[in-house]
């Protein structure tokens, strides 16, 4: 049969003694222990650093991804908040409240008076405030 098949016998008998069990298989149990201690937000990069921290590991971050896309897991990427200045200003109780509005008619002088503050940022200085009051007659 070996002769037929064009192989050694010594090749047939060594892959009948080779074990059927995964070679990877203790390291893809150690990478789904740290995935899932983590809180499934790791990356094969972190996991790679994980796997030396904890288990003296020096594993190549290519064997490490290849091994989670056969487990299946990848990171979840976490969305960052981004709030925008005028919403921070709210939460924060910069802005006031508006008592007038839009309602500009007036019987007197001095009655009602407005403000408009703008605030920019500049690179060579922490920021510019510009303000302005005025009254309506």
Same mark, same amino acid.
Request: charged share 35%; glycine share 4%; net charge positive.
């Given at each position: ?9 010594? $090749?047939?008998? *060594?892959?009948?003694? &080779? =074990? ?5 298989? !203790? ?6 222990? /740290? ?17 030396y921290r904890q288990h003296d590991l020096i594993v190549n ?10 487990? $299946?897991?990848? *990171?979840?990427?976490? &969305? =960052? ?5 005028? !919403? ?6 910069? /802005? ?31 920021s510019i405030t510009a303000s302005s009051i005025s009254f309506?007659?």
């Amino acid at each position: 049969m070996c002769t037929y098949l064009n192989i050694n016998r010594s $090749g047939y008998y *060594a892959f009948l003694k &080779r =074990k059927k069990e995964d070679r990877d298989g !203790e390291l893809k149990r150690k990478i789904k222990a /740290i995935y899932e201690e983590r809180n499934k937000i790791l990356g094969y990069r972190r996991i790679q650093d994980e796997l030396y921290r904890q288990h003296d590991l020096i594993v190549n971050h290519k064997k490490v991804l290849r091994l989670m896309q056969e487990l $299946g897991i990848k *990171a979840i990427i976490r &969305r =960052k908040i981004h709030r925008t200045s005028y !919403e921070a200003a709210v939460s924060d109780g910069r /802005i006031a409240e508006n008592l007038l509005q839009r309602d500009f008619k007036v019987n007197g002088p001095n009655q009602k008076w407005v403000t408009d503050v703008t605030q920019k940022f500049v690179k060579f200085v922490s920021s510019i405030t510009a303000s302005s009051i005025s009254f309506i007659k």
